[in-house]
């Protein structure tokens, strides 16, 4: 699809700066065609948010198999004190990293190529977590690469929201 420009929610967006300039550019490839590009700029005291709520960055308000606050991308500092992106789940019904379920309220960190699904995208996949409903249909699901500030479009820059701290 055609890369799409989110703005950052306004709330808290002016309740703290972040004195160093340390962020992490990624994209987010959609791994079926109804989906777009997603291009992230997140700075240490951001969040990207999936969910259905209109103030997340990536909203799906009327698919109802997503949490109002489903997901979020987040960043974290490694043992070496560089940064890294991980993904947080909130959800119902599950986020999921290359298949394996990310349990509710942890973090995962992200490496490039990871597929991340906010919608189960395989009745296998939804059998191996011990799921019997049906959350079937079109899925939702990304693969996930660091990318670097050249990378990206100057236009489509997304930002994630500000951490209210």
Do not use: W
């Not at 079926?32 to 709520?53: D, K, P, V, W």
């Not at 789940?89 to 986020?95: A, E, L, P, Q």
């Not at 995962?108 to 011990?130: C, F």
């Amino acid at each position: 699809g055609t890369p799409r420009r989110l703005r950052p929610s306004a709330r808290g967006m002016l309740s703290r700066v972040q004195a160093r300039n340390d962020s992490v550019f990624c994209t987010l490839q959609p791994l079926n065609a109804r989906l777009n590009t997603l291009y992230i700029e997140l700075l240490s005291n951001q969040r990207f948010r999936f969910g259905r709520h209109e103030e997340c960055e990536q909203s799906f308000p009327s698919d109802k198999r997503i949490s109002s606050l489903h997901a979020s991308l987040i960043l974290e500092l490694r043992e070496d004190g560089s940064a890294c992106v991980a993904i947080e789940d909130s959800s119902v019904n599950g986020t999921f990293v290359n298949a394996e379920r990310v349990p509710k309220g942890r973090r995962r960190r992200l490496q490039t190529g990871d597929e991340i699904y906010l919608v189960i995208p395989s009745q296998e996949m939804l059998h191996q977590t011990g799921y019997e409903g049906s959350l079937m249909g079109k899925f939702i699901g990304y693969s996930f690469a660091y990318s670097s500030e050249a990378e990206m479009p100057g236009d489509v820059q997304l930002t994630g929201a500000c951490i209210n701290a």
